[in-house]
């Protein structure tokens, strides 16, 4: 199981090249979290409120055909690993993603496919770059 973060998952609905030849190579299934969603969510909302016109409904069905895994307690307990972790070796990174990887490592996955480098900081999680 292979999670797409938020950065991905917009790759792949514009339909970029470099993360559709990845996927193309790899036998995985696609996964995102509830967090991604959310931050999908978000960023139509924004744009919505800002005037532009977007196909929301199409683009959220789209991410429908995901599988999608939710913040749990226990995927908190693995996020707060992390916060701690982090913490002391004095490389925070945002909290939205120290969640995003509790729920992949608590689920038993442990790869991202990600642009963002601050992922390789997490024990336990394995980012494929694109």
Known sequence: MIFLDSNAIISLLKGEK?????????????????LNFFEIKCGLEYYRLKGYSSSEERLLSKLNLFKQFELTSQASLYSAKIWAEL?????????????????????????????????????????ISY
């Open 18 to 34: 470099e993360i559709g030849l990845i996927l193309k190579k790899r036998t995985d299934s696609l996964a995102i979290t509830s």
């Open 87 to 127: 913490k002391v070796s004095g490389k925070m990174i945002k909290t939205i993603d120290m969640l995003i990887a509790g729920i992949i490592l608590s689920n038993g996955y442990s790869s991202i496919l990600s642009n963002d480098k601050h992922f390789d900081q997490i024990n336990g999680i394995t980012r």
